[in-house]
């Protein structure tokens, strides 16, 4: 369930980011640029929120290993 809500939030944050830099791209929509069909059979779109959530997973991963070694060397 934590996952699942954690998946909705980062998603969210992924759409305000593009709202906010097709607001700021005015002759060309983003949404435009980012519809296009890349060779994965995807949009850039879907590609460029892949990356996004796989990096948010990366380092929150990350940074509970830290949490674990720093714990680690505070019992020794």
């Known amino acids: ?43 850039l779109e879907e590609f460029g929120e892949m990356v996004f959530i796989e990096g948010f997973a990366a380092g929150e991963k990350y940074s509970k290993t830290l949490m674990r070694e720093h714990g680690e060397h505070q019992l020794n």
């Open 1 to 43: 369930m934590i996952r699942m809500l954690w998946l909705q939030a980062v998603k969210g944050a992924w759409s305000s980011y593009i709202r906010r830099m097709n607001n700021n791209i005015k002759p060309q929509r983003l949404d435009v640029y980012l519809s296009q069909k890349i060779d994965m059979g995807m949009t």
